[in-house]
Nanobody, 125 residues
Framework: QVQLVESGGGLVQAGGSLRLSCAAS????????LGWFRQAPGKERDFVAA????????YYADSVKGRFTISRDNAKNTVYLQMNSLKPDDTAVYYC??????????????????WGQGTQVTVSS
């Protein structure tokens, strides 16, 4: 089992940047592929980005491609989401998640077994 704790959310103006972090504890961090999802009020939780155990494979939702970057530091048991050129539509609670098949990235929410509590990102226009 792995425990995930997100941080780094906040209020930012459109065009600004934020970096989210997700710290993991528990089982070996490198045993998991990781993902970021987000949920806006009244909407479903949507895929944002994912990364394999080594960081060698990444995948992004079309809506964030070219603006967001996912990365991980296995020595620090942490995954990051660098968010640039933020838009009001990026406003949501952001969640990190872990899936136990480390080499395969996935956009599918049900593939992820472990979730953090979420961190709020608000982008003002």
């Amino acid at each position: 089992q792995v425990q995930l704790v997100e941080s780094g959310g906040g209020l930012v103006q459109a065009g600004g940047s934020l970096r989210l972090s997700c710290a993991a504890s528990g089982r070996t961090f490198s045993s998991y592929a990781l993902g970021w999802f987000r949920q806006a009020p009244g909407k479903e939780r949507d895929f944002v980005a994912a990364i394999s155990w080594s960081g060698g494979s990444t995948y992004y939702a079309d809506s964030v491609k070219g603006r967001f970057t996912i990365s991980r530091d296995n020595a620090k048991n942490t995954v990051y989401l660098q968010m640039n050129s933020l838009k009001p539509d990026d406003t949501a609670v952001y969640y990190c998640a872990a899936k136990p098949t480390p080499r395969v990235v996935s956009t599918i929410r049900s593939m992820y077994d472990y979730w953090g509590q979420g961190t709020q990102v608000t982008v003002s226009s």
